[in-house]
């Protein structure tokens, strides 16, 4: 692949806190060649964090704002019990559980966000991304998920997941969504929406990678991959695999 004459920009979890994406784009955007998205764009984790109607608006907005910067919206943990809901119009009172819940899952977001993650958004969904190098996700694919590490076999493992994105199916797709020991799961390991970066996350694949997820007080490296989640702090710029990692500037 040729290597862009700009760099990719990398944005770990939103969690609803849309004025510090917007000052990450109004910084970067035009110079940069895509953006990639790793995921949980609702339940918030800072007090700075918008509504998730709100937060569901500015996301779905975003490729509209800017038609010509490609934007990839990967998908996390956090996004799977709410994708459930849209995708099979679950209400808020429903008796039967979401196989997708986690501790911070609140069905009524599902309702309030409902008009803007429609299905043209919620098609944009995507498992993972390979940009200028890196493999990138939520948080990480493990060896266990893909045993067969060639070019073909992960365009296989992508078009698979990207299918039950596209549905999710009732019961986890080990590689999607499974909930490893470490994250107090019963998987023995953590799919690439699950997976702990502490206790699970090996750099043992052909791509170095970048994920979020796992959240951390400053970025960290395991041998080639990073991850960037600091609690809306960190971003980066990647270009011809090599990887910058910035912050705002502190108010």
Do not use: C
């Amino acid at each position: 692949m040729s290597h862009a004459a700009k760099p990719a920009l990398v944005i770990p979890d939103t969690h609803q806190n849309i004025d510090w994406v917007e000052a990450i784009l109004v910084k970067e955007s035009a110079e940069v060649s895509q953006v990639v998205f790793l995921g949980d764009y609702l339940d918030a984790k800072v007090k700075t964090a918008d509504t998730p109607e709100a937060t569901a608006r500015y996301i779905a907005n975003l490729q509209s704002r800017y038609p010509e910067l490609p934007i990839t919206f990967l998908v996390g943990n956090h996004d799977l019990p709410y994708l459930y809901d849209l995708q099979n119009d679950r209400s808020p009172e429903s008796t039967n559980p979401n196989p997708y819940s986690n501790g911070a899952y609140v069905p009524a977001y599902s309702e309030q966000v409902r008009e803007h993650f429609n299905h043209d958004f919620l098609s944009q969904l995507k498992p993972f991304a390979l940009v200028e190098g890196f493999l990138m996700s939520h948080a990480g694919l493990h060896i266990a998920h893909f045993p067969v590490q060639t070019d073909d076999a992960l365009q296989t493992l992508y078009t698979e997941l990207n299918q039950h994105i596209s549905k999710l199916p009732d019961q986890r797709p080990p590689a999607l969504a499974a909930v490893g020991i470490a994250r107090r799961g019963l998987d023995p390991i953590g799919g690439l929406a699950w997976q702990d970066w502490f206790h699970e996350f090996e750099d043992s694949l052909p791509w170095p990678q970048i994920v979020g997820h796992t959240l951390l007080d400053e970025p960290d490296s395991r041998g080639r991959s990073w991850n960037l989640d600091t609690r809306n702090g960190s971003y980066a710029l990647i270009q011809n695999a090599t990887i910058q990692i910035r912050a705002l500037p502190k108010e």
